[in-house]
């Protein structure tokens, strides 16, 4: 076969030899100019698919598979890019398009500049709009959040939502109310899935209520409002439960109560030990002192009263942490700085 153009002898496409045929039939018609949409508040780049966090050489690839169309007769093209920013807003970009027929490649150069147009992605108008689908409350089980409770929970859900970023999830605001805290947020699947991992992360119980708020698409649209309830008690707490003074060990995922006098521990659910009642109590090392009558005594460090202390150690330790109630000292298993924040 002859090459129709400049007559070389050996394979040819479309009549022309594998040098002829680029030149006669360029890969793809260069663009003077290209936009590319980021979101001003996040980064996230608009394509084709919609908004999503890539990589800007990413975004760029995709943006000229995109606008930049294949000429025929050649069958498809992959593109390289290299973008230097001329300033925050313009990008120099110089592109390699590879274009392939049947067994034949060509490589085409050519330069474009990529405007970076600033915008407000569709997940950041929402939060900026404060709109929000769903209501997350978070409590105190018979009682207010402790400060320490409020940042915690706060730091939680900031964490969880910020990992789920990208697929139309955010809080649009936080509100601090009396005994609590409320998250207005983006979908009700989010508020529930929220409301499960904080209820399995600090103990307590969930609920959920649907209203009904408007339709869309002829169908009716429900806000759903999920309320955590943490326990009723913290780590530390001395309660009276079932006529026994105990310690509070554990709150998650079940409430563990250390018998004081006995030592035993048992679990409940949250829900069945909301009769107990909190008990004043101090909770520190103590001296202990054995008397000539083998009784152990605790010796309270500031004001040196002393108490006979349950169980009696079975060794013969010098000190020890212990509960001190109004009438009575237990021996703890819990550390002195156990919180009850």
Sequence with gaps: MFCVECGTEGPTYQGLCARCFPKRHPV???PKLLDLERCSTCG?????????????????????????????????????QVAREEDPNN??????????????????????????KPSLCDTCQKQRSRYYEGVLQ?????????????????????????????????????EAVHGGLDFYVSANALGQAL??????????????????YGQKQGREV?????????????????????????????VRPFVVLRDLATGESRRFKPK????????????????????DSGHVVAVHPES??????????????????????REDAFLSGLPAEASKD
């Design 195 to 212: 409301a499960r991992d904080l209820s399995e992360s600090y103990g307590g119980t969930v609920s959920s209520s649907p209203k009904l």
């Design 28 to 30: 793809v018609e260069p």
């Design 304 to 325: 040196g009263a002393s108490r006979p202390v349950e169980p009696p150690p079975v060794d013969g330790t010098s000190r020890a942490v212990v509960v001190w109630t």
């Design 138 to 174: 978070v409590r105190g089980d018979g009682r207010e959040l402790t400060p320490a409770e409020v940042r915690a929970v706060r730091t939680f859900v900031t964490a969880r939502v910020e990992r789920a970023r990208g697929t139309d999830t955010f809080v649009s605001r936080i």
């Design 222 to 250: 429900y806000r759903v409002t999920s309320l955590v309830r943490l326990g009723p008690f913290h780590v530390g707490d001395v309660v009276r439960h079932k006529g026994a003074l105990a310690e509070v060990t554990s």
């Design 44 to 80: 996230s780049i608009r394509g084709r698919a919609g908004w999503s966090k890539v990589d800007r050489d990413l975004a760029l690839t995709a943006l000229l598979r995109e606008a930049v169309a294949v000429l025929p007769p050649w069958e498809r093209a992959s593109f390289t």
């Design 91 to 116: 990008l120099a970009v110089t592109v390699k398009a590879l274009g392939r027929f049947e067994d034949l490649q060509s490589v085409q150069d050519f330069r474009v500049r990529v405007r970076i």
């Design 272 to 291: 069945d030990v909301r009769s107990a009642k909190r008990v004043d109590a101090e909770r520190f090392e103590a001296k202990l002192e054995r008397l």
